[in-house]
């Protein structure tokens, strides 16, 4: 994977967290995205749990839906009011300002680059495929 490689490759002066970056962009290449569309899954709950209290964020009420009422459940879903969205919403600027005090700019410009393509492919061919 080139960008895997370019990020291992590129210090920027901070050489962990370029393979901390490589390391993430590896993860979310691996994500076999929608392999369980409509099903029950603890791992994704644990997941979705530690993300929140990542976030510092109440736990959200999980609710599993059957692929055949996902259409009807997206067209109800509303971030309005979210407490992840509210915290999502204002990450990138976070990030973006936490970049250029620490002079990493370089590599959250490289991983802004790659991760979108990585996942939008991956994740549209198999959604496709699903939906």
Do not use: C
């Not at 691996?30 to 899954?41: C, D």
């Not at 976030?55 to 692929?67: A, I």
């Not at 259409?71 to 509303?78: D, Q, W």
């Amino acid at each position: 994977m080139i960008m895997l490689q370019t990020v291992k490759n590129e210090t920027y002066g901070f050489r962990p967290k370029s393979e901390q970056a490589a390391e993430l962009v590896d993860r979310i290449h691996r994500i076999n995205w929608f392999s369980a569309v409509g099903s029950p899954n603890a791992d994704v709950e644990r997941e979705i749990n530690q993300f929140t209290k990542l976030l510092n964020v109440k736990q959200p009420n999980l609710e599993w839906v059957s692929l055949k009422d996902l259409p009807e459940t997206i067209s109800t879903f509303n971030v309005s009011g979210s407490d992840v969205w509210e915290v999502l919403y204002h990450l990138p600027d976070r990030i973006a300002e936490e970049s250029k005090w620490t002079r990493r700019m370089d590599i959250i410009d490289e991983l802004v680059y790659h991760i979108p393509e990585l996942v939008y492919v991956k994740a549209f061919d198999k959604a496709f495929t699903v939906f």
